[in-house]
């Protein structure tokens, strides 16, 4: 990689680099301080780590400890560690930070702890958003408080979107992904997105096909018996974007292998820059790092749609706070993760770490708002509202590694076979009849 890459994308490099390091060995944990209170171990991901260790500082109490323990850098790693720390009944797992999709699997197995009463009622007010609330709830149930929620925006740079004469389409949010493709190709720039073999591909399939208004599976707690909707005009539609990009000059060059922090080079790296589909953490990973000049030249729009005249899905993401079901201080642990996930924490998260809100009042406090473009706090917040969660499913893990094998690499994929294939490939992994 050049240096622009480098110097870009460094930041992300360096914290990802750092936290896989500290990574915890699986085995058991000291279930009691220096000072004999006993400490609630909380599992986290590297996102917002300093942040997160003042806010275990902060909600301890009296009665209790909470102590930092890091998980690995991958959603994919992060659910296994966790899942066999549960599996084996593990005492000492108190709080987790919680993938969304990870919520239904282990509530389902009895991995969780449900919040119940008052609790239940805090975590899951009005004033969360309506897409991180449905993440945590399973069965009619409450089994994780939402603490930061995430979605993607189209970011580029407006003199790309003006030289291609798409400016107006982007701002009002009508924007294609075709368009967007067909733009970049025709002005020497690129399309940045996750395509690799792991879950942010699944993020973007699952994007595209509710863009275009259908699901991947349906009627999920059916459990293995869901209904497989893929195999649609929907599915189609998606594959067909996948299929044009790939076959494009917008390809980027590691398409295949692409991940979050890959492309942000290529915003600045010579030429009129890219179209990317990114996370939230992209403001200020660019902020404080390339000029000015640059930075006064980044814009933002709501996710491309998949097909005309239907609105975007953008994806919806985030961390939930769950309660280990062994954890011997359930009680504690519970009002330790709404201490965690209250609106002073969410705040602290959005602005050092630009982790959004999942509290929409959060949205109005000067200090975000001195901290963020205000029309970019307003997409964040409409995108989180509006956008579509993936599969909420106790098999989740089977239907996530089934799409992402029939659908890789972007350049296999067909709009006439990829859909049939892999709903065919889903339904022999939910029953048993296939491997992943």
Not at 331 to 359: F, K
Request: overall charge negative; hydrophobic content about 40%; glycine content about 8%.
């Amino acid at each position: 990689m050049g240096d622009p890459q480098g110097r870009v994308a460094g930041s992300v490099v360096r914290r990802v680099g750092i936290g896989a390091a500290l990574v915890l060995a699986a085995g058991t944990l000291s279930a009691c301080s220096s000072d004999g209170k006993p400490t609630l171990n909380w599992y986290i991901n590297p996102d917002g780590q300093a942040t997160l260790t003042s806010l275990a500082e902060r909600c301890s109490t009296d009665d209790y400890d909470i102590a930092i323990q890091l998980l690995p850098t991958g959603a994919t790693d992060q659910r296994t560690q966790l899942a066999r720390r549960l599996a084996a009944n593990d005492s000492s797992t108190d709080l987790m930070s919680l993938d969304p999709v990870f919520v239904a699997e282990f509530a389902n197995a009895g991995w969780l702890a449900e919040f119940e009463g008052d609790a239940a009622d805090a975590v899951v007010d009005d004033d969360v958003l309506s897409g991180p609330a449905d993440t945590v709830q399973w069965d009619d149930k409450i089994y994780a408080a939402p603490q930061w929620a995430n979605t993607q925006v189209l970011w580029y740079r407006q003199s790309l979107a003006e030289q291609a004469g798409i400016a107006d389409a982007l701002q009002d949010g009508t924007a294609t992904w075709s368009q967007v493709i067909d733009a970049a190709s025709d002005n020497g720039a690129t399309v940045g997105v996750q395509a690799d073999r792991y879950e942010a591909y699944m993020v973007w399939i699952n994007s595209l096909v509710q863009g275009a208004g259908g699901d991947i599976v349906s009627d999920t707690e059916a459990g293995v018996d869901a209904e497989v909707d893929i195999d649609s005009d929907a599915g189609r539609a998606a594959a067909a974007v996948v299929q044009q990009l790939a076959d494009s000059p917008a390809a980027q060059s590691d398409l295949s292998v692409s991940r979050e922090g890959t492309s942000l080079g290529a915003m600045y790296g010579g030429g009129p820059g890219e179209f990317m589909t990114n996370w939230t953490f992209v403001y200020k990973n660019y902020e404080g790092t390339v000029s000015e000049e640059e930075f006064a030249d980044l814009a933002w729009a709501r996710y491309p749609r998949t097909v005309e005249g239907e609105e975007s899905a953008p994806p919806v993401g985030g961390i939930d706070i769950g309660v280990g079901a062994f954890s011997e201080h359930p009680d504690w642990a519970i009002e330790a993760a709404q201490c965690v996930t209250d609106p002073e924490a969410q705040l602290q998260l959005a602005v050092n770490d630009g982790l959004m809100p999942a509290r929409a009042s959060v949205y109005e406090e000067p200090e975000l708002v001195e901290a963020y473009d205000a029309g970019l706090l307003d997409l964040y917040r409409e995108s989180i509202e509006a956008g579509g969660t993936r599969p909420k499913s106790a098999f989740y893990n089977q239907i996530s590694g089934a799409v992402q094998r029939t659908w890789h690499p972007p350049a296999s994929v067909d709009p006439e076979t990829t859909p049939r294939e892999s709903a065919e490939f889903i339904r022999d992994v939910l029953q048993g009849k296939a491997l992943l």
